[in-house]
């Protein structure tokens, strides 16, 4: 397996490239932006997308996702319950400041209940709603790696404050799916450095009480 997870955007989101090696083929995960230098790794690795995924519709995941469909016929996969969010890309643009993106039809739906398969890769799609309502982390469980989008990060969580954020969910997913896998679990976060969940269990104040999110 291949994995290569670079920053892209003005909220440098982590924007990751996942390949069979065997068969070249590759899932995009939250392809916010810099679509040319995406396609320029894709290109130098000798890969073929042929899934994008992203883990919640805001604009800094999700930007880019129409472009990198429109260059490669990668269908979108997103969960139902972030399409409102997804409906309102131009005014988070608005909200940032930025140019609003082009928009795409959402292929393919992310649900817990049907992983998703690439090759010899396999994803566990995790519901895990608080930073969004359809937030979503893929896990591998032969890799003992998680892509966690804004639910987890290094040292912190997902803000809660923007609209469809529930902190008490947030902390459900948290605690009932995130903390539920092992110690070693490798964690490539929506922003920032990597980490592992028992680094988390052990040390995130947001996960072991000495900060209450609200």
């Known amino acids: 397996m291949l994995r290569i997870t670079f920053p892209v955007g003005p909220l440098a989101c982590n924007c990751s490239i996942v390949a069979d090696e065997a068969t070249r083929e590759a899932l995009i995960i939250d392809p916010g932006d810099e679509i040319d ?3 320029r790794r894709v290109r130098e690795a000798g ?3 042929r899934l994008i995924a992203v883990t919640h519709a805001h604009i800094d995941h999700i930007g880019g996702a129409a472009q ?3 260059a490669t016929g990668a269908p979108l996969a997103l969960h139902d319950d972030d399409l409102p969010i997804y409906d309102q890309l131009d005014w988070q643009a608005q909200w940032l400041g930025l140019a609003p993106p082009s928009r795409t039809a959402v292929d393919l739906r992310l649900r817990e209940s049907e992983p998703l398969r690439l090759g010899s890769l396999s994803f ?5 709603p608080g930073h969004t309502p359809g937030s979503v982390c893929l896990y591998q469980p032969g890799e003992a790696h998680l892509f966690a989008g804004d639910t987890l990060f290094a040292g912190s969580v997902g803000r809660t404050d923007l609209p469809g954020g529930d902190g008490r969910r947030l902390l459900r997913s948290l605690h009932e799916k995130l903390l539920a896998l092992p110690d070693a679990t ?3 976060p929506g922003h920032g450095e990597f980490t592992t969940i028992g680094r988390e ?3 995130n104040p947001f996960l072991n009480g000495r900060v209450r999110l609200i």
Request: charged share 25%; aromatic share 0%.
């Open 201 to 203: 269990r052990a040390e």
């Open 47 to 49: 890969l073929t997308p």
């Open 37 to 39: 230098e995406l396609l």
């Open 124 to 128: 566990q799609v995790l519901e895990t």
């Open 68 to 70: 990198l469909k429109a």
């Open 186 to 188: 490798a964690v490539t």
